[in-house]
């Protein structure tokens, strides 16, 4: 049954809505590391998530960004556009 509890907690923190991601940014700017209950007051701010939803959200969020700052994914334009 754990990893059933798993994988729908993985289903659930994976379908967020642009609103949701909007609120989560603004709530990201809002509380930042040193705010003491930090998680709590992102998922209050963006309601439909728990606090480790936000977190694993945000967890993945910082994931992907190392991914793209490493070159392990390439841009969506040419180096050297002048765009």
Do not use: C
């Not at 930042?32 to 969020?61: C, F, S």
Request: no cysteine; net charge positive; aromatic share 10%.
């Amino acid at each position: 049954m754990a990893s059933n509890s798993l994988s729908s907690s993985r289903s659930s923190s994976s379908s967020w809505t642009a609103k949701q991601n909007k609120m989560f940014e603004k709530a990201l700017a809002k509380y930042d590391q040193d705010t003491p209950d930090r998680w709590h007051n992102i998922a209050k701010a963006v309601g439909g998530k728990t606090a480790e939803e936000v977190k694993l959200h945000y967890e993945m969020l910082v994931r992907d960004l190392k991914d793209i700052e490493s070159g392990r994914y390439p841009y969506p334009y040419p180096s050297g556009s002048s765009n």
